[in-house]
C-alpha cells in the first residue's frame, strides 16, 4: 500500500513505461506547474495576449437544453450564439473572444466516460475543459499559431513530442480535406511526418444531427518520446493521447444531412484541465498529478488498516481511482444542484454514487461514510476556483451520506432478491438482459453488479440486448424532454437571413400593456405586421391554407414561453377578414424575435396586416400564477430559513409547480406556515412593482433571488410591496420577494384569492416539489380537505 501513496501501479503499455526520463517533466525544467497555475495560466495567456474575455463556468446541469443531461463540453452554454438564438439583449450578444475553464460530466448519453473510469489513467466523469472561442472573430490561422505557442512557448512542451491531426476529407459526404488547416500548421513548423490526416470519425465535429458543424484539428502528445509514435495517433494508446481540439464551425448540417456554409465562421477549442497537468507535471496518468494525489492518500487515510493482507492489487488501485473520480463528478453536480434520482441526469448520478459505495465498501472495504468524508477534500482542491464547492459542503455531505445508507441497505436485500430472480428465471425462461435491466433501472442495482451475481450463478445476460435496451431508453427519454420545439425554432442560416434582410427584432414591450379599471383587467388591443414566415426548413414569402408555418411580426402582446411560465394562447385574424382565424398554437423566443407557430386558415405573406386576440382567461390565470409563485419561493425562505434556493419552477393556467433544496420533506406544520404567509400578503393586496434596471445595479438588490440564466441587460426586477427604487436605494429593512424576471405579473396580489399546496414530495433526496393552485381551484381543494 505503500506503493499507492507514490503512484498507482501501470495501468497498460510496453514493460518499463514509467521510465526516470518520462517521470520527469521535461529535461532541464524547473518544478512542474501546480493544476492551479497551469489553469490560471491559460485563462491569463488568451485575456492578456491575445484579448479574450474570461467567462466563468456555467453549472453542470444544462441551461434549458434537454437535448444534454449534463454540460459536457466548454460550448454548451455558448450553444445559443452558435444556433443564433442569443437574447440580443444579454452581454453573451456581445461575445467575439472569450476564455475559460468549464466544468463538465461525460456520464450517459452521447458522450459517456463512466464505464472507462479507473481503468486507465486519463478518463474521467467530471473534468475541466479549457477553452477559448472566436464568434466570427478571427480563424482558422490564429487559432493554430495561440494553441502552438501555448503549448510550445509558455507551457515549454517539446515541440517533438507533440502530433497534429487534421481533417483529411470524406469523398462519400462530399468533403474535401482541410488543406487550409494542414498548410498552416506546416507553415507553423509542424514536420509533415507529425502532421497527421484522418476523417469524419475523429476529426469532423458536430454539434447534434442537426445544426452547426465543421473540421476539426487536434494536438497529441507523446508520452514516451524520442522516437516514432505517428501510429499511435487516434489508437486509444494511454501513450499518445489528444490534449488539445480545435474545431472550425464552417458549415450548418441540415435536416435532410446536407451541409451549408455558415454566413459567419467560429472556433471552438478544448483541452482536458487534468490531461494537460499530467503533461506539464510529466506523469502518464491524471491520478498522479495534484489534482488527485491529495483525494488518493485521504482515501488511503481511511482504508489503511483495513488493506493489509489483501492480494488483488490491481482491483484496490482501480478503486483507488473509481472513488477518486466519482466524488469529484458527485461534489460538483450536488453544489450545482443536480442531486441523484430517479430519472434523467439524477438516475446517472445515482449510479455514480452508487458505484463508488460499491467500490468503497467491497473492495476496499471501508467504513460507511468515507465516500462523504473527501468532499472537504475536493472542496480544498476545487474551491477556489469554483466556490460553491465551499458554500455546500455540508449539503453535499448530507446528501451522499443518506443516498450511501439507502444504497447499502438495499445492498443487504440484494443477493436474496437477485437469488429469487435466478429461480425465476429459470422458471419463465425470460431474456437474462431484460430482467437485469428491470433490476438496474427500476431498483437502482448496478448493471456490472446484477451481471456478476447472475454469472455466478450460471446465467448469461446478453450483452447486446442489454446495449439496445439502454440505447432505446435513452432514445425515448430524449425525444419527451425535446417535445416538438423544433418544429417552430428557426435554424441558424435562417435567423442570420433575417438579420441580413434588415427584418427588425420582434417589440414585445406589448405583453406588459395590460391595465386595471374597475377591479377588472383590460388587455388593449394589438394590430400587426406579418415580417417574415418559415415553412421548417426556409423562409419563405407565402404560405397556404392549410400549411404549418413560424410567423414572425413587427409587434406581439403574445408572451414567448420562457422563464419557466407558459406561451399565451388565443388567434389571428387578418385585419380585413376578420371571420377567419389562424390559431396560435406555440411562441418562442430566438435571437430577439418572437416565433409564432400557427396552422394557416387562409393564405398568409409577408406584409399581410393582422389583429391579434389575447386569450385574456388564460394569460391572467398565468398572471396568477407566477405571482403567487414569487409569493412562495420568498415565504418558503421565511419559514424556512435562507438556504432554500430554486431549483426550478413552471407556471401555467392551472397550477405553479416549484421546486427548492431543503434536507427533508416539509412537516404538517410547516406547510400550514408558508401557507398562512401566502395567504397573508395576498389577503393585504399588495402592489407589485416592476422596473428595469441595468443588470449589474439590479444584482446589487439585497435579498434579491435569481436562478442560473442568462439575463437580458437591461433586465426586469419584479418586487411585492417596495417599490424597486426603495430597493435599490436601502431606504427600508423589511424583508419582501424581489426577483429578476421577464415574466407577466399581477399589478396587486388581491386576484390570486386563495392559494392551497395540494402536494409536497422529494424529487430526490434534498429537492422538494411543491404543487399549488389558487383562485377558485384553491377554494374547491379546501373544501375537500375539509
Request: charged share 20%; aromatic share 8%.
Amino acid at each position: 500500500m505503500r506503493l499507492l501513496l507514490r503512484r498507482l501501479r501501470p495501468l497498460s503499455g510496453t514493460p518499463g513505461f514509467l521510465s526516470a526520463a518520462s517521470e520527469r517533466s521535461f529535461s532541464g525544467s524547473p518544478p512542474p506547474l501546480p493544476a492551479a497555475r497551469v489553469r490560471s495560466a491559460f485563462v491569463e495567456f488568451f485575456r492578456d495576449k491575445h484579448g479574450h474575455l474570461p467567462v466563468p463556468s456555467s453549472p453542470v446541469r444544462p441551461r434549458g437544453d434537454p437535448s444534454l443531461l449534463f454540460v459536457n463540453a466548454g460550448m454548451n452554454q455558448f450553444k445559443p450564439i452558435f444556433l443564433g438564438t442569443a437574447d440580443p439583449r444579454s452581454n453573451m450578444a456581445s461575445y467575439r473572444r472569450v476564455v475559460n475553464s468549464q466544468k463538465c460530466v461525460r456520464a450517459g448519453g452521447k458522450h459517456n466516460d463512466l464505464d472507462d473510469v479507473g481503468r486507465d489513467g486519463y478518463h474521467h466523469t467530471f473534468f475541466e475543459m479549457l477553452g477559448n472561442w472566436s464568434f466570427g472573430d478571427y480563424f482558422k490561422e490564429e487559432a493554430c499559431q495561440m494553441a502552438w505557442s501555448l503549448l510550445t512557448e509558455h507551457y515549454g512542451i517539446p515541440a517533438d513530442r507533440l502530433y497534429v491531426s487534421y481533417f483529411g476529407g470524406d469523398a462519400a459526404a462530399g468533403l474535401p480535406a482541410d488543406e487550409d488547416t494542414r498548410n498552416i500548421w506546416l507553415e507553423i513548423g509542424v514536420p509533415t511526418h507529425r502532421l497527421l490526416p484522418f476523417g469524419l470519425k475523429d476529426n469532423f465535429w458536430e454539434m447534434g444531427d442537426t445544426g452547426p458543424c465543421g473540421p476539426c484539428t487536434e494536438i497529441h502528445y507523446d508520452h514516451v518520446g524520442g522516437r516514432e509514435a505517428a501510429a499511435l495517433v487516434n489508437a486509444d494508446s494511454p501513450e499518445v493521447v489528444e490534449i488539445w481540439n480545435l474545431v472550425f464551425m464552417q458549415y450548418n448540417r441540415e435536416v435532410d444531412h446536407s451541409l451549408r456554409l455558415l454566413p459567419q465562421v467560429s472556433v471552438d477549442t478544448g483541452m482536458g484541465l487534468e490531461r494537460l497537468v499530467s503533461v506539464l507535471q510529466g506523469k502518464t496518468s491524471n491520478y498522479d498529478t495534484d489534482l488527485f494525489t491529495p483525494l488518493l492518500h485521504a482515501i488511503h487515510q481511511v482504508c489503511r488498516h483495513t488493506q493489509e493482507g489483501r492480494m488483488d492489487v490491481g482491483q484496490v488501485d482501480l478503486a483507488y481511482r473509481v472513488v477518486a473520480d466519482h466524488v469529484r463528478t458527485l461534489s460538483v453536480c450536488i453544489a450545482d444542484g443536480v442531486y441523484p434520482g430517479m430519472s434523467g441526469a439524477e438516475l446517472v448520478l445515482r449510479r455514480i454514487l452508487r458505484r463508488a459505495v460499491r467500490f468503497c465498501v467491497e473492495v476496499l472495504r471501508a467504513p460507511q461514510g468515507t465516500l462523504a468524508s473527501l468532499v472537504p477534500t475536493v472542496a480544498d482542491l476545487l474551491g477556489n476556483i469554483y466556490p460553491e464547492l465551499h458554500q455546500e459542503t455540508d449539503r453535499i455531505v448530507d446528501i451522499i451520506n443518506e443516498n450511501e445508507a439507502h444504497f447499502l441497505s438495499s445492498l443487504q436485500q440484494g443477493s436474496r432478491l437477485i437469488e429469487r430472480v435466478h429461480t425465476w428465471l429459470i422458471i419463465s425462461f425470460l431474456p437474462a438482459a431484460s430482467v437485469a435491466w428491470s433490476l438496474h433501472r427500476d431498483l437502482g442495482f448496478p448493471l456490472d453488479l446484477v451481471d456478476l451475481i447472475l454469472e455466478e450463478r450460471g446465467v448469461h445476460v446478453d450483452r447486446q440486448e442489454l446495449d439496445r435496451l439502454i440505447a432505446e431508453n435513452q432514445k425515448v427519454a430524449l425525444e419527451l424532454q425535446a417535445g416538438d420545439r423544433a418544429q417552430v425554432t428557426l435554424d441558424v442560416l435562417s435567423l442570420t437571413e433575417l438579420q441580413r434582410l434588415g427584418v427588425p427584432h420582434t417589440d414585445d414591450s406589448l405583453k406588459y400593456d395590460y391595465r386595471l379599471a374597475e377591479g377588472r383587467y383590460v388587455f388593449p388591443p394589438c394590430r400587426a405586421t406579418v415580417l417574415a414566415l418559415y415553412d421548417g426548413q426556409a423562409l419563405v414569402s407565402e404560405v397556404s391554407e392549410g400549411q404549418r408555418c413560424s410567423v414572425i411580426l413587427d409587434r406581439t402582446c403574445f408572451y414567448a414561453e420562457q422563464g419557466g411560465q407558459s406561451h399565451d394562447q388565443g388567434y389571428f385574424t387578418l385585419y380585413e377578414l376578420q371571420d377567419v382565424l389562424f390559431p396560435v398554437e406555440a411562441v418562442v423566443w430566438a435571437g430577439g424575435y418572437v416565433v409564432h407557430r400557427v396552422t394557416v386558415a387562409d393564405n398568409l405573406k409577408t406584409g399581410d396586416q393582422l389583429q391579434l386576440h389575447l386569450d385574456q382567461v388564460h394569460r391572467l390565470s398565468c398572471m396568477v400564477k407566477h405571482t403567487a409563485t414569487h409569493i412562495l419561493n420568498f415565504a418558503l425562505r421565511k419559514v424556512l430559513g435562507a438556504s432554500v434556493q430554486q431549483r426550478g419552477s413552471h407556471v401555467s393556467a392551472d397550477r405553479l409547480r416549484f421546486d427548492f433544496s431543503v434536507k427533508g420533506s416539509l412537516s404538517v406544520s410547516q406547510l400550514q406556515q408558508v401557507e398562512r404567509c401566502v395567504n397573508d400578503i395576498i389577503s393585504a393586496n399588495q402592489i407589485v412593482h416592476s422596473q428595469e434596471l441595468p443588470l449589474q445595479r439590479a444584482r446589487g438588490i439585497s435579498g434579491l433571488r435569481t436562478v442560473d440564466e442568462v439575463y437580458p441587460d437591461p433586465v426586469r426586477v419584479v418586487s411585492v410591496e417596495l417599490p424597486v427604487t426603495e430597493l435599490l436605494d436601502k431606504q427600508s429593512d423589511r424583508q419582501t420577494s424581489v426577483e429578476l424576471c421577464c415574466g407577466t405579473h399581477l399589478l396587486q396580489t388581491g386576484a390570486i384569492e386563495d392559494l392551497v399546496i395540494v402536494s409536497e414530495r422529494q424529487l430526490v433526496k434534498g429537492i422538494s416539489r411543491i404543487v399549488a393552485v389558487t383562485g377558485q381551484e384553491a377554494a374547491r381543494v379546501s373544501e375537500v380537505m375539509t
